[in-house]
């Protein structure tokens, strides 16, 4: 297989132990092209970001952006 998969579980209502994984930072990061666009784009959408994209010190940007269920996945630009 070439190229990214990926994968999502869903948590069952009551079901504890995956309860305690739901609303955290998930370490999934995903790479756009034009990430202020995209960033633009969604909020007018209503998506939650816990911030704008920032200029990093490696010299790439990111923002973060939540699910309804409060997980917070990362763009790249």
């Not at 990061?29 to 990430?35: A, H």
């Not at 969604?42 to 973060?64: R, Y």
């Amino acid at each position: 297989m070439s190229g990214a998969c990926f994968g999502a579980e869903l948590v069952q209502p009551g079901a504890t132990e995956g309860e305690a994984l739901v609303g955290r930072f998930v370490g999934v990061c995903s790479r756009v092209d034009d990430l202020h666009e995209r960033y633009e784009t969604l909020t007018k959408k209503g998506v939650k970001f816990t911030l704008p994209p920032e200029k990093q010190d490696w010299g790439g940007s990111l923002t973060h952006v939540q699910d309804p269920d409060g997980n917070t996945f990362t763009l790249l630009g």
